[in-house]
């Protein structure tokens, strides 16, 4: 575990009365799935403006944020419970930033230990780096007795990543602007989803940068297009079918040019029963929405036969967003 200093000073700092008395506190946050994602042209600052609408599903990250040692305090360390090459335990961090920005912003210099438990896969476009990161926040919140509002959380997320705010409200939720301004969505029913990953992760950037390149090709339109009202309609009525008539991604067709294999896994997924499949966020992860759990079992069982992928994970959805638990 790799221990690092990210509150310089900590250790003599005065330290502001708090009510926080707590030793440990343990976070969940969810994954989260794209049903619709819609993508304008960049901007003079390179970020592209997005229609998207989240839905939290139920892969859940956990953080335990503990106390720090005595011989370590006024420092933010960070260890993983299952350690995995692909999940940086230094400063760049989602979790150590979001802990080091809380910090900043309250003037606490107490420093804190953070242990991740990862269920989202890595790098699969479902925003797991960002889950920890609001389960960090809502932790540390509560262990530092900083008593700051959820509205004031959502605005350091944003601060954090466009894909912050989302975990800590869960649910279904529209997000405009980069993703970031929520607003959320009234969705009945339980979707039953299978989300199949792959070893090797997409590049948010590199996937952003082909969208690029494929729109100047064709007139791509420079703003955003709206929510269908077939989408939200759907969602009201808790209808898997008329949801899965209406999922849209912008970003499949350039996730698909760059991992071609791709377009074999949704077709895969879609034959062995589910309503439809597509690329989650920027990929690689494909997420099939499936009409019960037992056809879900099913396409997750074709999925895993197919060799095509390292794994299938099984999920329903919505779930809630970042909350304390035991
Ligand atoms: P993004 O859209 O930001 O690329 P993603 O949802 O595809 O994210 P994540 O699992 O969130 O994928 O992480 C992407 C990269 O961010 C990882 O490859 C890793 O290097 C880095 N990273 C930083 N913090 C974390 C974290 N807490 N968990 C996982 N990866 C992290």
């Known amino acids: 575990m790799s221990r690092l200093r990210a509150v310089p000073g900590g250790q003599s700092a005065p330290q502001p009365a708090r009510a926080g008395s707590m030793v440990k506190v343990r976070v969940e946050a969810p994954g989260k799935v794209n049903l619709f994602l819609s993508a304008g042209a960049p901007g003079a600052d390179g970020y592209h403006l997005l229609t998207t609408v989240f839905q939290a599903v139920r892969l859940i990250e956990t953080v335990t ?119 959320p969505l009234m969705a009945r029913g339980t979707y039953h989803w299978v989300f199949a990953t792959s070893a090797q992760g997409l590049s948010t950037p590199a996937v952003f940068q082909r969208f690029d390149a494929l729109a100047q090709d064709s007139a791509a339109p420079a703003a955003p297009a709206d929510v269908p009202a077939e989408l ?46 597509m690329v989650s ?15 879900a079992m099913r396409v997750a069982n074709a999925l895993t036969a197919s060799g095509l992928v390292t794994g299938a994970l099984r999920a329903d959805a919505p779930v809630a967003g970042a909350r304390m638990v035991g």
Do not use: Y
Request: one cysteine or more.
């Open 232 to 277: 939200t309609g759907a969602l009201r009525d808790g209808d898997p079918r008329a949801l899965a008539a209406c999922l849209h991604n912008d970003l499949q067709e350039a996730a698909i040019s760059l991992r071609p294999q791709l377009a074999d896994i949704i077709a895969l997924a879609e034959a062995s029963g589910a309503l439809r499949a």
């Open 65 to 183: 944020a503990r106390r720090q040692a005595a011989d370590l305090r006024g420092t933010i360390t960070l260890g993983l419970e299952e350690p995995d090459p692909a999940v940086p335990t230094d400063a760049t961090n989602l979790a150590v930033r979001a802990a080091a920005r809380l910090a900043e912003e309250t003037g606490v210099t107490d420093g804190v230990d953070l242990l991740l438990r990862k269920r989202v896969p890595v790098a699969g476009g479902m925003a797991g780096g960002s889950a920890d990161a609001a389960a960090t926040l809502v932790a540390c919140n509560a262990l530092w007795g900083t008593g700051l509002s959820q509205a004031q959380l959502l605005v350091l997320a944003a601060q954090l990543g466009a894909d912050v705010p989302f975990p800590l409200l869960g649910a279904t939720a529209v997000g405009h602007g980069r993703g970031d301004r929520l607003t």
């Open 281 to 295: 966020g920027s990929g690689p992860t494909i997420a099939a929405l499936a009409p019960d759990p037992a056809t």
